[in-house]
């Protein structure tokens, strides 16, 4: 009995422990952001750009072909679902307002997770393994400056890009699956989802899209930092990284839903 | 031996105390390191020469004690200060440590582009420079995961060099590489501190090696300092811990029973 509690003070103080080194990570990266040219180490443009192209840009192909699956799907089961009420025209309605408060950012955010948190964590854990942390750090550059600092600005301006992609594609697989069984073109679809959104709607999709980004930031680096144990320590924090990002997105995302319908 | 060594004390610890998790690693250590001199901080596997190391370049906090770098102690310093304080020293890490994603040319420009305001050009010459005096000219487009182990430490030696620093750490330089190899690097640091006059800590357990090297020998053993001294007045100690490194005797330590049983049981006893 003694053991368990044991086992559960030492999980809850580890616990504890990674949270405040999570949120001191996110405050000295804001930190570097807002006052690094007052200390001589302003974060580079060109690292924002590049991690932008890394984690973005490469990223479209893949987030077009699961956002437009991901809207045809809703479009069927949507249909199938409504026809026993008679009411298949609404499965617009439905689909407009899924997809942009929910589904886009979800997957978006999942897909980066998986694409781009494993790669972070596995190329910092890397880089922790291999001393050029260390190196970094004697040379006079501060890793968070240098690694986390870029790669929030880039995840923060990519996630809700790709967000909006999604959002487009997604009723755009509805409108193909939609048109087919209706009789209805894809514009006369396309144009009748536009008009049952509204700003709202879109911004709660990229309000979560921006929280998503800084979980996937911070977990996937605090968790490259904190490896240790050679490759198979890479690995494991590789794996921990994914399955903690997935689990926080979608833990996050019912939170925010309950409150976001509240207001 | 010593050249141009002053007497002035360019790295000063004092009773340096530190841990790993509970562990105390490092019992109160004193030592110095004079300009222009060449330290060599030797012992076997977990004396601690490699944590010495790691607090001499600020990468950890000590427990107590305090740390001179160039008359200031580094453990109450800010991060601007320490920030100044790193252009003058050069790190050649064991593994190189170089960028996997940087070329080698890119790698040894990396400092530069930190902490100064050069163009690109004048950059590229003078990481030419620096490849010309570890002998890797022409190799600055390919990249590290291209080159063989001595290389990877010279083009490692080239960039803790690239600023001119006035204090060169050195991990282990002649690990894992074969002896003409090793030997060249040592005439490598040996040249480098008669030219540039830079005060060089080296930690390595290559006993050739360091002979080779050192003005001065510390001789570390579980977290305390055995000696420190001259290569002759290593050479000729008496002490017994330090015969059996220098003459690769394995530790014969007399079995205490109630240590031991306690150790295989997992209890006291």
Known sequence: ?263 | MITEASTENVIEVENLVTHYGDTQILNGINFSVKRGEIMVIMGGSGSGKSTLLRYLLGLNTPTSGCIKLLGKDITQMSTNEMHDMRKNMGVAFQGGALFGSMTVGENIQLPLCEHTRLDENTMRIMSRMKLEVVNLAGFEDLMPSQLSGGMIKRAALARAIIMDPKLLFFDEPSAGLDPVVAAELDELILRLRDAMNMTIVVVTHELDSAFKIADRITVLDQGDILMCGTVDEVRNSDNERIHNLLNRKPKTEVVDVDAYLQRLTGHGV
């Open chain 1, 1 to 263: 009995m003694k053991n368990i509690f044991t086992q559960l003070g030492k999980k809850t103080v580890d616990v504890i422990e990674e949270l405040g080194y999570v949120f001191m990570l996110f405050y000295e990266a804001v930190g570097w952001l807002l006052l690094g040219k007052f200390r001589h180490q302003s974060v580079r443009l060109r690292h924002v750009f590049h991690e932008t192209v890394q984690i973005g840009v490469q990223a479209v192909p893949i987030a077009i072909i699961l956002c437009f699956s991901v809207g045809m799907m809703l479009a069927i089961q949507g249909l199938e679902t409504l026809e026993r009420y008679g009411a298949q025209s609404q499965v617009v309605t439905g689909i407009a307002l899924s997809v942009t408060r929910e589904f886009s950012a979800l997957i978006i955010g999942i897909l980066v997770a998986g694409r781009s948190g494993s790669s972070i964590t596995a190329r910092i854990g890397t880089m922790t393994e291999s001393q050029e942390i260390d190196a970094l750090q004697v040379i006079g550059i501060q890793p968070v400056r240098y690694l986390a600092a870029p790669l929030l600005v880039a995840m923060i301006i990519v996630m809700p890009s790709l967000t909006i992609i999604g959002d487009l594609m997604g009723m755009l697989g509805g409108a193909i699956y939609t048109s087919y069984e209706l009789n209805m073109t894809v514009a006369t679809y396309m144009e009748r989802s536009f008009a049952v959104i509204d700003v709202y709607d879109v911004m709660q999709g990229l309000m979560k899209s921006i929280v998503f980004a800084i979980i996937i930031v911070l977990v996937s680096i605090s968790n490259g930092f904190q490896v240790s144990g050679g490759a198979e320590g890479v690995g494991k924090a590789t794996t921990r990284s994914v399955v903690l990002s997935v689990s926080f997105i979608v833990i996050a995302d019912m939170i925010f839903t309950f409150f976001l319908t509240r207001i």
